[in-house]
Nanobody, 124 residues
Framework: QVQLVESGGGLVQAGDSLRLSCAVS????????MGWFRQAPGKEREEVAR????????YYADSVKGRFTISRDNAKNTVYLQMNSLKPEDTAVYYC?????????????????WGQGTQVTVSS
């Protein structure tokens, strides 16, 4: 079975950094684009970043551009989200997702498998 397991969330202060990790098993990892989504209380789930299967193409939401970096290590079947200069508005549950193909759009419908989520809380 395909399984995605996020880790690395926690409680930090504004301006701090966190690195989220997502380990994927059960599929040929390098063939599939990966995305990071987040959902805050009372808000819709939103895509924050995605990366193509090869790692050569990335996308970032405007709200995180310049602060977050998505990367992947296909040898380790792991995708990362480095989050710097965190803001209180970054507080959310962050979800890792594996797409239906090597490329993906921002729609959650492009993603087939999802992790359980990891909580990121940024205090003022």
């Amino acid at each position: 079975q395909v399984q995605l397991v996020e880790s690395g969330g926690g409680l930090v202060q504004a301006g701090d950094s966190l690195r989220l990790s997502c380990a994927v098993s059960g599929r040929t990892f390098r063939l599939y684009a990966m995305g990071w989504f987040r959902q805050a209380p009372g808000k819709e789930r939103e895509e924050v970043a995605r990366v193509s299967g090869s790692g050569s193409i990335t996308y970032y939401a405007d709200s995180v551009k310049g602060r977050f970096t998505i990367s992947r290590d296909n040898a380790k079947n792991t995708v990362y989200l480095q989050m710097n200069s965190l803001k209180p508005e970054d507080t959310a549950v962050y979800y890792c997702a594996s797409a239906r193909g090597s490329y993906a759009r921002g729609s959650s419908g492009d993603y087939e498998y999802w992790g359980q989520g990891t909580q990121v809380t940024v205090s003022s």
